[in-house]
């Protein structure tokens, strides 16, 4: 069992790397992170995904800019690829057809990416539109594939109002569709202004999220 000093030291290391975009120490670390029996979504949002709240604190302060931004999400991919595999979740948990997508005008997918992997890791079968997605396409693709949850996701504050319109729009088409939203900006009393079914503040929460909705409990 790795003792708490050594398990701070790999997260910090792991997050760091992300910070200074270096893709090659990034994986290195996941891939210690593994053998010295870290849990690997631990790992992921203590490491890579903190790591990237510090990017974004520097982007803030002006003392990183977007290319800076995208060498860190590569930093990250790095390491996610080496942890995605490992990371496990509650296997008692529901599963269905999840269709997922970040809505038109955001390009932002880490977080998107994170809970679609969440997701799958617990069994669900997934159905991801990408990003920048056009807001009438959710509905186009939930009357074709009938998923038993629709996820959106945005991380503006400008592009989360188009989360009301696509949950106008699914709600149109079959009201007893259910919805689920996240990402930063939003909140659960944003996501029920919008008229979504659920909200989740994390890729975890957001399993749980979705099987309480699916086994239509109330909130
Ligand atoms: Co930009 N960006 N960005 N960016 N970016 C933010 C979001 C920003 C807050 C930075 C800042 O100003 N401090 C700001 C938005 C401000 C606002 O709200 N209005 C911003 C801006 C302004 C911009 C541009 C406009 C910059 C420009 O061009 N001048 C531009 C936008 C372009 C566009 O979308 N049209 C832009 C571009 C980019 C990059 C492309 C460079 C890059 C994205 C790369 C990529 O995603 N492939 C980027 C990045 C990396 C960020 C920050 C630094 C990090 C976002 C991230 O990946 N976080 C971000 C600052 C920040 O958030 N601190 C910022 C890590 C990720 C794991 O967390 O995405 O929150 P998150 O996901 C979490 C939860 O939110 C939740 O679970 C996830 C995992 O736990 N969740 C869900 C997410 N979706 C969910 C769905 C669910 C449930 C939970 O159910 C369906």
């Known amino acids: 069992m790795v003792s708490e000093q050594r398990k701070k030291e790999i997260l910090d290391a792991i997050l760091n790397a992300v910070v200074q975009y270096?893709?090659?120490?990034?994986?290195?670390?996941?891939?210690?992170?593994?053998?010295?029996?870290?849990?690997?979504?631990?790992?992921t949002m203590k490491g890579l995904a903190a790591g990237m709240d510090t990017v974004g604190e520097l982007y803030t302060r002006q003392e990183y800019f977007v290319p800076e931004l995208l060498l860190c999400s590569d930093a990250l991919y790095a390491g996610l690829n080496i942890l995605r595999p490992y990371i496990r979740t509650d296997s008692a948990a529901h599963k269905g057809k999840l269709l997922l997508g970040?809505?038109?005008?955001?390009?932002?997918?880490?977080?998107?990416?994170?809970?679609?992997?969440?997701?799958?890791?617990?069994?669900?079968?997934?159905?991801?539109?990408?990003k920048d997605v056009k807001l009438d396409r959710f509905a186009e693709e939930q009357k074709k594939i009938k998923a038993d949850?629709?996820?959106?996701?945005?991380?503006?504050?400008?592009?989360?109002?188009?989360?009301?319109?696509?949950?106008?729009m699914l709600k149109a088409a079959d009201p007893e569709v259910k919805v689920l939203v996240g990402g930063a900006p939003l909140s659960l009393e944003i996501a029920r202004k919008f008229g979504a079914d659920g909200y989740a503040e994390d890729a975890v929460s957001a399993v749980q999220e979705a099987g309480r909705l699916i086994r239509k409990q109330p909130v």
């Open 22 to 43: 270096d893709e090659d120490q990034c994986a290195r670390w996941c891939k210690t992170a593994l053998q010295e029996g870290l849990d690997a979504y631990e790992a």
């Open 102 to 130: 970040v809505v038109e005008g955001d390009i932002h997918d880490i977080g998107k990416n994170l809970v679609k992997t969440m997701f799958e890791a617990s069994g669900w079968q997934v159905v991801d539109l990408g």
């Open 149 to 168: 949850l629709v996820g959106l996701s945005a991380l503006m504050t400008t592009s989360m109002m188009a989360i009301e319109k696509v949950v106008g």
